[in-house]
């Protein structure tokens, strides 16, 4: 039965060590197939973490600058997804610190006198243009009643279907904490398809 | 049925789907979702929540990748650029110390003969000395400090997350 999973977890881990070496050396063909391999999964992610599409383009474009220059710190120990992912949250951040914001974490947390506004100043439903279909439809507006924390475990955990520890590493937070988001997170989910008020 | 029965079932429904249960709990969740129709709706409604979410699309705009493989591209080519001005900067202060140590003797008797033709307080001459000696070295580690201080200006928070 270890079998399989042994190849599997081999065959990534030499994949990792692949792409850690090709970014040691700003290899630009293995860059091109990067972005050409990632650019659904992480303007997906970017998209639900900022809630709107012009700005996860612009952060998608920079996540691939930073990962370029800053390539030579991934050291292929890790799913290269995760650390692409913590580059891209951490450029979110920081742009949100730049409007004297303290993190996507407060800015979002539904506890706070402030949440995150989702919808762009100029476009009240940014997600409902790029989503297409009536199922998607239910789901982007079911998400965008959720917590920006809640909805960015989700999609990492069932969308990207990292592990918890990965998450813990790409959020910068324990382990505990990304568990204890996660069951909020899918309650919040599941009453908002019901059409009920979540958290 | 306790209220509290129910709670161990809804918490195990989730517990499933975000972490997975043990053996034991799924047997017990099984046979308590036979008899609960509250539950088994619950999971019900889990389950429809979380394929909704996966199978939900986001379309990537038109040549957003070939956007960013242009720019990353043409990043490289900066980069690339560059590289041999640093290695210059490395190997002069390279050369610069080693020829600074194998001349240090030399120079502290220059110093010391000037000091004894001028008349100059010793201690007033071995400060020019130290002076003589040090400021290359600390100018060629200003330049080098404020160069991988713009280098690492995110390096922490990637490594965070590496």
Redesign the interface.
Known sequence: MAGPTLFFSTLMGDEAKSIARGLQR?D?DL??RL??QY??RL??YL?YITGN?ERA?DF??ET???????GH???GK?KFE??L???A??LV??WQRSRKAQSLDTLTDPEQEHPLQLADENDPSPLRQ????E??E???T??QRIPAIYREV??L???EELQ?DEMA??L?IPLSTV?SR??RG??A??GA??GGASL | MSENIHQRALHLI??A???GIAQADIAWLRSHLEECEFCVE?AR??D???R??????????DG??S???F???L??QE??EREPKRRALWLACGLSWIFGVASAPYVWSLFQWLGQRTGVPKLVWEVGFGLWWSIPALFAVAVLLMESSRKGE??D??????
């Open positions: 700003r630009p860059l091109d972005i050409e650019q659904y303007f997906r998209v599409k383009e998608f474009q691939w600058i930073r990962v370029l220059e800053r710190q991934y050291n890790s995760a650390w992912f913590a580059i949250r951490n951040i920081d790029i989503l297409s279909h199922t998607e239910t789901v982007q079911s998400l989700l999609v955990r069932f969308q918890i590493g790409v910068s568990k996660l069951y899918l309650e989910l599941r398809l019901q | 989730a517990q789907r975000v972490e619950h409604q889990t429809h929540a979380l909704m979410l996966r199978t939900a699309t986001i379309f990537v705009p957003l990748a956007r960013t493989q720019r990353v591209r990043r490289a980069l690339r995110q390096a928070w990637i490594n965070q997350g590496s």
